[in-house]
Nanobody, 116 residues
Framework: QVQLVESGGGLVQAGGSLRLSCAAS????????MNWYRQAPGKEREFVAT????????RYADSVKGRFTISRDNAKNTWYLQMNSLKPEDTAVYYC?????????WGQGTQVTVSS
């Protein structure tokens, strides 16, 4: 089992920045890929960014490319999503996700609200 706890959400004005964190515990050695997803009201959950636990390779959704950066701290079993130049359309609940040997695990979600 892997447990994930997100933090760092909040209310910010358009153009501002936030950094989300996702702390993993439990069988963290089994994690291979870490992701961020988001879900806006009335919409389906969508992929935001991914990072490989070992090699650190990354990939982003086109909508956030150049504005968001995913990173990880292996020693702390934590990964981050640095969000810059935020737009109102980035408003959503953000979820971290871990793809591990035992399956996929999700955090509880953290609200990000961007005001215009």
């Amino acid at each position: 089992q892997v447990q994930l706890v997100e933090s760092g959400g909040g209310l910010v004005q358009a153009g501002g920045s936030l950094r989300l964190s996702c702390a993993a515990s439990g069988r963290t050695f089994s994690i291979g890929v870490m992701n961020w997803y988001r879900q806006a009201p009335g919409k389906e959950r969508e992929f935001v960014a991914t990072i490989n636990w070992i090699g650190g390779s990354t990939r982003y959704a086109d909508s956030v490319k150049g504005r968001f950066t995913i990173s990880r701290d292996n020693a702390k079993n934590t990964w981050y999503l640095q969000m810059n130049s935020l737009k109102p359309e980035d408003t959503a609940v953000y979820y971290c996700n871990a793809q591990a040997l035992g399956g996929a695990y999700w955090g509880q979600g953290t609200q990000v609200t961007v005001s215009s």
